[in-house]
């Protein structure tokens, strides 16, 4: 069982940043891929960024390259996600995910969500 507590959202102006964190329990953290994912208001959860166990590997939907930064510290048992140039279209309520094994862009093949914490953009 992994629990994951969010932090680090809030209120920024658009061209603004913010850093997420995402805190895990457990003593095998490296074992897992870790996702970061965002829903907005009526809009299905979508894909943010996602990185391996070790860290080595990240991947990125088109819609935050260059922007976003997905990093891990595995001896704390965190990772972070770090917004750059943030526009409005980048509110809503972020979410951390685990799995065990790679890591993927498909919320399904994750196993464990937190909470969630909102970013919300203004212009």
């Known amino acids: 069982q992994v629990q994951l507590v969010e932090s680090g959202g809030g209120l920024v102006q658009a061209g603004g940043s913010l850093r997420l964190s995402c805190a895990a329990s457990g003593r095998t953290f490296s074992s897992y891929g870790m996702g970061w994912f965002r829903q907005a208001p009526g809009k299905e959860r979508e894909f943010v960024a996602s990185?391996?166990?070790?860290?080595?590997?990240?991947y990125y939907p088109d819609s935050v390259k260059g922007r976003f930064t997905i990093s891990r510290d595995n001896a704390k048992n965190t990772v972070y996600l770090q917004m750059n140039s943030l526009k409005p279209e980048d509110t809503a309520v972020y979410y951390c995910a685990a799995r065990f094994g790679p890591y993927s862009a498909l919320d399904a093949l994750y196993d464990y969500w937190g909470q969630g914490t909102q970013v919300t953009v203004s212009s």
């Open positions: 990185i391996s166990g070790s860290g080595g590997h990240t």
